[in-house]
């Protein structure tokens, strides 16, 4: 590499001082760290080992650069005509863009199927949050305990503290596309999923369902909220934490929560599921 090289690289003039050359590629590193490093901060060809190497050369370190083996051109981009270093630098920066894509695409597809093959649920049931199910499970015990039932459908996004940044990003794209869909009747949440779709208006108040639920207003287990819209506390929700029947179905967390969807369209069966789960937490 030459000083000219260097220069180009980087970004500076002929007249630099090493203080320039400091700033300059400590700026370009925090921004390769957070992800942000435009076109033309790489000049549209200049990787970040370049730029560090130039950084060296300029510093006078003049640390050699570990050579990668030259890897013959991937033959299937060069049959598609597209240039692989492009390819990859947009599948490194996009790859969770498109690990959303593919998800919903997933989704749809799984819909268009289901749509076909339809058979219509009894109540629909959607877990979110830092609670562990099965649905199969779900589906089984709930099943022996309402004879009329003949399908109940079960889905959810699971979140959990250790989770790394493609299954967060991919639960998030579910929980976004579950929640859009609008075909949930019962949710069963956490603590913070419960607060955060509370105030965005998804769950129906169940003041007026109370006695049919079972619930008192001063029961330990009844919870109530605002939404953005509604300012007035309601019964949004009932802490089923310690009901049996969800332990049964091998739904486990701290905190689990059932709540009304408020665009539930089997509304009757959503509150008799309420109801067990209610009762039994008592």
């Not at 370009?28 to 435009?38: C, E, F, N, T, Y």
């Not at 769950?203 to 619930?215: E, H, R, T, V």
């Not at 109530?224 to 969800?246: C, F, H, M, N």
């Amino acid at each position: 590499m030459t000083e000219k090289q260097a220069l180009e690289i980087l970004g500076l003039k002929e007249d630099y001082s090493k203080i320039d050359v400091e700033n300059r590629f400590n700026i370009l590193l925090k921004k390769h760290r957070a992800g942000i490093l435009s076109a033309d901060e790489f000049s549209g060809r200049h990787s970040f080992e370049e730029i560090t190497e130039a950084y060296n050369y300029l510093m006078g370190y003049h640390v050699e650069m570990p050579q990668e083996p030259i890897k013959p051109p991937n033959p299937i981009f060069k049959l598609l005509g597209i240039d692989e270093k492009k390819a990859k630098n947009f599948l490194y920066y996009y790859k969770y863009h498109i690990i959303g894509v593919i998800l919903i695409l997933a989704m749809l597809v799984s819909i268009v199927k289901s749509c076909v093959t339809k058979v219509t649920p009894d109540v629909n049931v959607v877990v979110i949050g830092n609670i562990y199910f099965d649905s199969e499970q779900i589906n089984k015990t709930l099943l022996s305990k309402f004879e009329n039932f003949k399908y109940i459908s079960v889905d959810g996004a699971t979140f959990f503290p250790e989770m790394d940044p493609q299954q967060q990003y991919a639960m998030t794209m579910k929980k976004t596309v579950l929640l859009g869909a609008g075909d949930v009747d019962v949710f069963i949440v956490d603590k913070n999923n419960f607060d955060e779709l509370c105030k965005l208006g998804a769950f129906a108040p169940m003041d007026d369902y109370a006695k049919q639920l079972g619930i008192n207003s001063n029961d330990d287990i009844a919870l109530y909220g605002t939404t953005e819209d509604d300012p007035q506390r309601r019964l949004y929700g009932i802490d089923v934490s310690a009901s049996k029947v969800l332990e049964e179905a091998k739904v486990l967390g701290d905190k689990k929560i059932a709540a009304l969807s408020i665009k539930s369209k089997n509304i009757d069966n959503a509150k008799e599921v309420i109801r067990l789960f209610a009762n039994d937490a008592k």
